[in-house]
């Protein structure tokens, strides 16, 4: 695929993306601004691309069906662990608008460095340096938790700080969840389908 738009044309073709705010979202955000010059040619592929070991730009398909089940509305606090290229955090920035806050977590530093280059112009992101798999207790509760690095189980910790009704997506292995805290002691959990990450380390 050749543009952005040709991009978005597939994911709401494939059915990933569907609803109109979030359509109009990543085509506001260019998937190219935040590859790396190496892969400027593949910026619109449905493929993930790599930043560093152990980091990648998401394929598109699976941040337009991530997104779509985060379920994002304007005004909300939202957790991203996993920055890597910065492209969801942008996305997130663009749903929760001018009276929302994205907070992002990346734990390797060349990674970090690069994101937020690529996020200089987003002033609701606050993007930190830091291990992510225990969430960030300061900023807490979110309405939102996003996790973009399979975990190998499902965080209490990151339950813990995600508000009653709030949502989580997260991948634990290889399969995609949306947990719902439905009160402070109760949870449900919504199998999404299969996809592949990198590891949450
Ligand atoms: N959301 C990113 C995808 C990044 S890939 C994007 O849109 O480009 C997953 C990222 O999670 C990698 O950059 C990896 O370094 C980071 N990561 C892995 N374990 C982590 C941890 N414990 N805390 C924070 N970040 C972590």
């Known amino acids: 695929m050749i543009s952005n738009k040709e991009?978005?044309?597939?994911?709401?073709?494939?059915g990933f993306l569907k609803s109109a705010k979030i359509i109009d979202t990543f085509t506001k955000t260019d998937r190219k601004k935040f590859v790396k010059k190496e892969y400027i040619e593949n910026a619109y592929d449905d493929i993930p691309l790599p930043i560093a070991p152990g980091a990648t730009i998401s394929q598109p398909s699976t941040v337009a069906?991530?997104?779509?089940?985060?379920?994002?509305?304007?005004?909300?606090?939202?957790?991203?662990?996993?920055?890597?290229?910065?492209?969801?955090?942008a996305l997130l920035a663009e749903l929760v608008g001018g009276k929302g806050k994205v907070i992002t977590i990346e734990i390797n530093k060349e990674v970090y460095e690069f994101g937020k280059s690529n996020l200089k112009n987003y002033h609701i992101i606050e993007a930190i340096l830091s291990d992510g798999s225990l969430g960030y207790e300061k900023e807490a509760p979110y309405d939102r938790?996003?996790?973009?690095a399979a975990a190998s189980t499902l965080p209490e910790e990151l339950i813990k700080q995600l508000k009653v009704s709030g949502i989580m997506i997260i991948p634990i292995g290889r399969e995609m969840f949306k947990i719902i805290k439905i009160s402070e002691t109760e949870i449900r959990k919504e199998f999404l389908g299969y996809y592949a990450f990198?590891?949450?380390?």
């Open 7 to 14: 991009l978005v044309d597939f994911l709401v073709g494939k």
């Open 65 to 89: 069906a991530m997104t779509e089940a985060l379920d994002v509305e304007s005004g909300m606090k939202v957790l991203e662990i996993g920055t890597g290229s910065g492209y969801q955090s």
């Open 145 to 148: 938790i996003i996790v973009t």
């Open 198 to 201: 990198v590891p949450l380390r």
